[in-house]
T-cell receptor
Framework: GQNIDQPTEMTATEGAIVQINCTYQ??????LFWYQQHAGEAPTFLSY????GLEEKGRFSSFLSRSKGYSYLLLKELQMKDSASYLC????????????FGAGTRLFVKA | GAVVSQHPSRVICKSGTSVKIECRSL??????MFWYRQFPKQSLMLMAT?????????EQGVEKDKFLINHASLTLSTLTVTSAHPEDSSFYIC????????????FGSGTRLTVV
């Protein structure tokens, strides 16, 4: 079966750094995505990792270890607007490259 | 960038009626469209994969006769919820893969369906 785990909720302070972890066990792997989703809105793309290592993009960085089935999203210099759900998603190399999502991590940024 | 237009954004329908949701890729050809459903405070659950010119592939537990998917062209995919019931009330969202896989999947804006 397919399984993606991430913490349900996290709280952090404005200006701080937060790391959201994701572990996955899937049959087939074609890359891992992180998305941000505000309540009632569509997810927006943050990052994509297909090789091991760290990808940095502004205040957001994403790390992947394929051997460990592990990824994290690092958010620096947190802002209030970063309060949202963060979805870890794995693209499979089967079924037309369909993507399955973790349950999401709700991040609350406090002043 | 790649844009997927989805409408309606909100719809309220009576129990027993059918509702059609459309997703159009505006500036690229989406040979594959994915349909998801999201209940409050839950993640996106893949319902089906829609392929242009062929039958959709449904995930386990999704009734293909209730959720009709049509992908008649490279830019249009539709999801019809037939004989809707209150338990079908949910957020339905489509996504398509852009040409550049590294840019992720482009999502439509979602449809909030309420069945009364």
């Amino acid at each position: 079966g397919q399984n993606i785990d991430q913490p349900t909720e996290m709280t952090a302070t404005e200006g701080a750094i937060v790391q959201i972890n994701c572990t996955y066990q899937t049959s087939g792997f074609n890359g891992l995505f992180w998305y941000q989703q505000h309540a009632g809105e569509a997810p927006t793309f943050l990052s994509y990792n297909v090789l091991d290592g760290l990808e940095e993009k502004g205040r957001f960085s994403s790390f992947l270890s394929r051997s460990k089935g592990y990824s994290y999203l690092l958010l620096k210099e947190l802002q209030m607007k970063d309060s949202a759900s963060y979805l870890c998603a794995v693209s499979l190399n089967t079924g037309g490259f369909k993507t399955i999502f973790g349950a999401g991590t709700r991040l609350f940024v406090k002043a | 960038g790649a844009v997927v237009s989805q409408h309606p954004s909100r719809v309220i329908c009576k129990s027993g009626t059918s509702v059609k949701i459309e997703c159009r890729s505006l500036d690229f050809q989406a040979t594959t469209m994915f349909w998801y459903r999201q209940f409050p405070k839950q993640s996106l659950m893949l319902m089906a994969t829609s392929n242009e010119g062929s039958k959709a592939t449904y995930e386990q537990g999704v009734e293909k006769d209730k959720f009709l998917i049509n992908h008649a062209s490279l830019t249009l995919s539709t999801l019809t919820v037939t004989s809707a019931h209150p338990e079908d009330s949910s957020f339905y969202i489509c996504s398509a893969r852009a040409r550049d896989r590294g840019s992720g999947y482009t999502f439509g804006s979602g449809t909030r369906l309420t069945v009364v």
